[in-house]
């Protein structure tokens, strides 16, 4: 008996948790794949993002952190040049309509670029610098197609130009 009202009370959580709508003010993360930012050069980036928006100033308003990284490289000169860029910064997004499935947003982030540049070949070559703090817009939009799951699709700094899958947690 015990035993069935544990599954019982675990399947009414899981449904509960499952099913909940989602409502301005919830935690989200993001998955995001790109193309281009920070500088990238040569072939072979595609930069990968995270976000996280834990905190609302306001039901539009909504913070968190975001992280990309991206490496490529570019052959020249008789040798390859590596580039690693990774990417950390604060955002801040206002949400123009975040109770319909159609979400639009524009926001800033504050953040540092990690980058790194090598040479890998015959002859000798100054490292040029890479990497910095920066301050960039972002602006992008959730389609909601389902109450816990959203596309997002979005254009920035760090990538230029992403797709991604939202959650709201």
Not at 65 to 83: H, I, L, M, R
């Amino acid at each position: 008996m015990k035993n069935l009202m544990a599954i019982c009370m675990f399947v009414a959580l899981f449904v509960s948790a499952t099913f909940a709508q989602y409502e301005t003010g919830k935690t989200t993360g993001t998955f995001l794949l790109g193309v281009g930012g920070g500088g990238l050069s040569g072939s072979g980036a595609v930069p990968i993002g995270v976000e996280y928006n834990f905190y609302n100033f306001d039901p539009k308003i909504q913070a968190g952190v975001f992280a990309a990284y991206s490496s490529t490289s570019d052959d020249a000169f008789g040798g390859k040049w590596n580039y690693t860029y990774f990417v950390i910064a604060g955002e801040a997004n206002y949400h123009f309509m975040p109770h319909n499935k159609i979400d639009p947003f524009a926001g800033i982030s504050l953040g540092y670029n990690i980058g790194s540049v090598s040479w890998d070949g015959t002859g000798s070559y100054p490292s040029p610098d890479a990497g910095g703090f920066f301050v960039s817009g972002q602006a992008g939009i959730n389609y909601w197609f389902s109450p816990k799951w959203a596309a997002q699709f979005r254009v920035g700094y760090f990538p230029y130009v992403a797709v991604g899958v939202t959650a709201a947690l």
